[in-house]
Antibody, heavy 119, light 110 residues
Framework: QVQLVQSGDEVKMTGASVKVSCKASGDTFDTSGVTWVRQAPGHGLEWLGWISAYSGNTNYAQKFQGRVTMTTDTSTNTVYMELRSLTSDDTAVYYC????????????WGQGSLVSVSS | QSVLTQPPSVSAAPGQKVTISCSGSSSNIGNNRVSWYQQVPGTAPKLLIYENNKRPSRIPDRFSGSKSGTSATLGITGLQTGDEADYYC???????????FGGGTKLTVL
């Protein structure tokens, strides 16, 4: 069954960009797509957006419109989430998960990638 | 302030039953499917319930989900110390055209 393996932790300066990868191993992404979620330290889960791993169609949270880009590389079964113009409020663990919230649940999840933003 | 409202914490003794509520509106829970996740601190969330009341095969039947109107409920019976975790509901919000999570509920097994 599919496992999602994310890229490593990152430390970024304010104003920089970060690109987190999420690779499917053991199987490919199915038609349900991939959702990105983040969790700031001591806070709950926040939905960033969704991407179809096959078509590249996306749906982003209004809060991140213009600052986030999700892409897919079908040749390597990898999806990417890039977040630009980072501030300290973007310090969080970023998760990818197979599926969409309106579909059959988010499962499985990647292990998470910590992005730390400092000035 | 989360779109979906969950109690911040619940507690119960081992072996007992607990329910966790998730309250929303017609733009989200009222017209969309709800899923529930368990998150042990420091680890990734894990799917418990999808499509309001369905369990992945690996999830024991001690966990159940239900939905009525604009609210959903997660039930856990036969509580074990290993059930101590944070629990989140999530669904789609048609007005926001976005996924929305509850604020999370911390379960303590006394």
């Amino acid at each position: 069954q599919v496992q999602l393996v994310q890229s490593g932790d990152e430390v970024k300066m304010t104003g920089a960009s970060v690109k987190v990868s999420c690779k499917a191993s053991g199987d490919t992404f199915d038609t349900s797509g991939v959702t990105w979620v983040r969790q700031a330290p001591g806070h709950g889960l926040e939905w960033l957006g969704w991407i179809s791993a096959y078509s590249g169609n996306t749906n982003y949270a209004q809060k991140f419109q213009g600052r986030v880009t999700m892409t897919t590389d079908t040749s390597t079964n990898t999806v990417y989430m890039e977040l630009r113009s980072l501030t300290s409020d973007d310090t969080a663990v970023y998760y990818c998960a197979r599926g969409g919230v309106s579909a059959s649940g988010l499962d499985p999840w990647g292990q998470g990638s910590l992005v730390s933003v400092s000035s | 302030q989360s779109v979906l409202t969950q109690p911040p914490s619940v507690s119960a003794a081992p072996g007992q039953k607990v329910t966790i509520s998730c309250s929303g509106s017609s733009s989200n829970i009222g017209n969309n499917r709800v899923s529930w996740y368990q998150q042990v601190p420091g680890t990734a969330p894990k799917l418990l319930i999808y499509e309001n009341n369905k369990r992945p095969s690996r999830i024991p039947d001690r966990f159940s989900g239900s939905k009525s109107g604009t609210s959903a409920t997660l039930g856990i019976t036969g509580l074990q110390t290993g059930d101590e975790a944070d629990y989140y509901c999530v669904t789609w919000d048609a007005s926001l055209t976005a996924g929305v999570f509850g604020g999370g509920t911390k379960l303590t097994v006394l």
